[in-house]
Structures are given as structure tokens and as C-alpha cells.
């Protein structure tokens, strides 16, 4: 028995259990069929928070975060800075979600499956070349980020400054969101009343 303990691979069978408790978290937040709408004016930042982290945490099923966080100021009532604290606390929690992707990476390229690997070397090419300039590009922009951190962790790209990159532009990004659906709630408001 003591040899078939030296011959697995542990490093790998982390990886896969980790990724096996991922999608079984998503499946199962999938099934929920939660009214989002509802947990935004229940739980007001704290949902809005937990929304963006589930919805970056998530790789097989997209999750409404940024329909949710699109109507969030309306839903909210929110002032104007209400809307900037809205945008701060959203990204907060999307940026630490997308530590699930860098760990995957961490653990091994292995994470990367065969259909994904041409997209894997090219982002692989972009991020040695312009480091975190390519991770606040894609955080910025609604092209999927998870082979981002995938590429990160797998290049042993410093945490932090993932984190840092990653937040800031995921910022840009909720800023761009949430002020784009409170001028949205405000025109409806200011045209039927």
C-alpha cells in the first residue's frame, strides 16, 4: 500500500478534486435559480459583493452578475457615491473570484485542456511580453479572464500584483457598469415622472 502512495501524483490530484469542488459549487448555485434582483435589495453591498464573487468564481455557468450589477443602483436607490461605492466593493469581490482561475494555474498547466491550449500559449506570449498591462486589459474588458489567471498562476505571476491589476481593471469595468445602469434608472425615472 506504501507504493501507491509514492506514485500519485498529489500536486495533480489537488488540481483535479479543487476543480471537481468548483464546478460542483457552480452546478449547485445553478440550481438554486436564485432571484438575484432580490438578494441586491435584500442585502444591498454585501450581496452586490457576494454576487461579483460568485460570478468570477464560476467558470461553466455565467452567473447575472453584471445584469445584477447593471441594475443594482436603481434596485438600491443609490446616490451618485453610492454608485462609486457600489463600483468599489463589485470589483473587490470579482477580483478575489478570479483567484480561483490563478490557483488553477499554480497548481499546474495541466488545468488547461487540449481545446484551449492555442489561446493558452497566445495569452502565455502576451502576458511575458506586457505583464500586468494584459491583465487589467482583460479584467477591463468582457473577453473571458479565467485563461488570464490560469496564465498568471502557471507563470508565477506575484499574487498582489494579479490582485492589483485584476482590480483595477475590473474598477474600470464596474465603474463603466454601474453608472451606465444608475444614468439608466435616472432617465427612466426623470421620463415618466
Same mark, same amino acid.
Given at each position: 500500500?506504501?507504493?501507491?502512495?509514492?506514485? !500519485?501524483?498529489?500536486? &495533480?490530484?489537488?488540481?483535479?478534486?479543487?476543480? #471537481?469542488?468548483?464546478?460542483?459549487?457552480?452546478?449547485? *448555485?445553478?440550481?438554486?435559480? *436564485?432571484?438575484?434582483?432580490?438578494?441586491?435589495?435584500?442585502?444591498?453591498?454585501?450581496?452586490?459583493?457576494?454576487?461579483?464573487?460568485?460570478?468570477?468564481?464560476?467558470?461553466?455557468?455565467?452567473?447575472?452578475?453584471?445584469?445584477?450589477?447593471?441594475?443594482?443602483?436603481?434596485?438600491?436607490?443609490?446616490?451618485?457615491?453610492?454608485?462609486?461605492?457600489?463600483?468599489?466593493?463589485?470589483? *473587490?469581490?470579482?477580483? !478575489?473570484?478570479? #483567484?480561483?482561475?490563478?490557483?488553477?494555474?499554480?497548481?499546474?498547466?495541466?488545468?488547461?485542456?487540449? &481545446?484551449?491550449? &492555442?489561446?493558452?500559449?497566445?495569452?502565455?506570449?502576451?502576458? &511575458?511580453?506586457?505583464?500586468?498591462?494584459?491583465?487589467?486589459?482583460?479584467?477591463?474588458?468582457? #473577453?473571458?479572464?479565467?485563461?488570464?489567471? *490560469?496564465?498568471?498562476?502557471?507563470?508565477?505571476?506575484?499574487?498582489?500584483?494579479? #490582485?492589483?491589476?485584476?482590480?483595477?481593471?475590473?474598477?474600470?469595468?464596474?465603474?463603466?457598469?454601474?453608472?451606465?445602469?444608475?444614468?439608466?434608472?435616472?432617465?427612466?425615472?426623470?421620463?415618466?415622472?
Amino acid at each position: 500500500m506504501k507504493g501507491l502512495f509514492d506514485k !500519485i501524483n498529489w500536486q &495533480k490530484t489537488l488540481l483535479v478534486a479543487g476543480i #471537481l469542488l468548483m464546478v460542483a459549487a457552480t452546478v449547485f *448555485i445553478w440550481w438554486l435559480d *436564485i432571484d438575484w434582483d432580490e438578494q441586491v435589495r435584500a442585502y444591498g453591498y454585501l450581496g452586490v459583493f457576494l454576487l461579483s464573487l460568485v460570478s468570477s468564481v464560476t467558470i461553466l455557468f455565467p452567473l447575472p452578475g453584471e445584469v445584477a450589477l447593471f441594475a443594482a443602483p436603481g434596485i438600491m436607490e443609490l446616490s451618485w457615491l453610492g454608485v462609486f461605492w457600489l463600483s468599489v466593493i463589485a470589483s *473587490i469581490g470579482a477580483s !478575489i473570484g478570479e #483567484l480561483t482561475a490563478y490557483y488553477a494555474g499554480r497548481w499546474g498547466r495541466a488545468v488547461v485542456a487540449g &481545446k484551449y491550449m &492555442k489561446d493558452y500559449e497566445r495569452t502565455a506570449r502576451g502576458m &511575458k511580453h506586457y505583464g500586468g498591462a494584459a491583465i487589467f486589459v482583460f479584467a477591463l474588458t468582457p #473577453l473571458p479572464f479565467d485563461i488570464v489567471g *490560469i496564465v498568471a498562476g502557471t507563470l508565477r505571476f506575484p499574487v498582489l500584483e494579479f #490582485l492589483l491589476f485584476c482590480w483595477a481593471g475590473r474598477f474600470v469595468r464596474a465603474l463603466v457598469i454601474t453608472y451606465g445602469g444608475w444614468y439608466g434608472w435616472e432617465s427612466l425615472r426623470d421620463f415618466f415622472y
